[in-house]
């Protein structure tokens, strides 16, 4: 390997589809288990011979058949949402790796068709079977991968990026709010155990006095 090599040249490999098909829950993890020696260089359909042949040459490794257990890929395609059939849950939104749906609580979302790789994470979300996978039109061609123009794999790498981002943002306010949520349920211990005691206390002194009263 290059000792000069980054996870960054690595990443540049991978065509952002951020599908999760490799094994791993983005491709910059998946980049930086094969920086690490962690994962092989078959692991990326949708980057097909493109990406195994750049990433063979960055990590100096012969190039070696697409892995059996990933599934093959058969084409890109784009997520639509039936929008007679879209309840609003919003359950789809979450796992959209770069964002790219839209909509708010009880109505109807739509996918930005520009912005979808084709991942396909969101179909097992949606608990009406409202989305479905749709033939990508474009016939254009790109300049590195046969489906994807290097502008799109930038553009999703930074949104992909973003999503993490939003999504460990979200996650720390969370854990905030439950540890805030902890020591409040603490204090609230305290108090009742420091009433409880006080309440006691207050007992003993009682009927000492009654006690000394009746002598």
């Known amino acids: 390997m290059n000792p000069d090599l980054t996870v960054s040249d690595i990443d540049q490999c991978l065509p952002q589809t951020q599908c999760t098909v490799c094994g791993y829950p983005s491709c910059i993890e998946y980049a930086n288990a094969l920086f690490n020696n962690e994962a092989q260089i078959n692991r990326c359909p949708p980057g097909g011979a493109v990406t195994l042949s750049a990433l063979a040459s960055q990590l100096n490794h012969p190039e070696i058949p697409l892995a059996d257990d990933c599934a093959p890929y058969t084409g890109r ?3 639509e949402i039936i929008e007679s059939e879209c309840i609003g849950c919003t359950l789809c939104i979450e796992p959209c790796p770069v964002d790219a749906i839209v909509g708010a609580s009880r109505q109807m979302h739509s996918v930005l068709a520009d912005d979808c790789t084709g991942c396909e994470l969101c179909l097992k979300f949606c608990p009406v079977d409202c989305i479905v996978m749709v033939k990508h039109s474009d016939q254009r061609k790109g300049e590195t991968w046969p489906e994807f123009l290097d502008s799109e794999v930038s553009r999703w790498r930074h949104l992909a990026a973003h999503h993490r981002l939003r999504m460990q943002t979200q996650q720390d306010s969370s854990d905030v709010a439950q540890h805030e949520e902890i020591k409040q349920e603490i204090r609230k ?27």
């Open 77 to 79: 395609f784009i997520a």
């Open 189 to 215: 211990a305290v108090n009742r155990e420091r009433t409880k005691r006080w309440k006691s206390k207050k007992r003993v002194t009682r009927l000492s006095h009654s006690q000394a009263s009746n002598k």
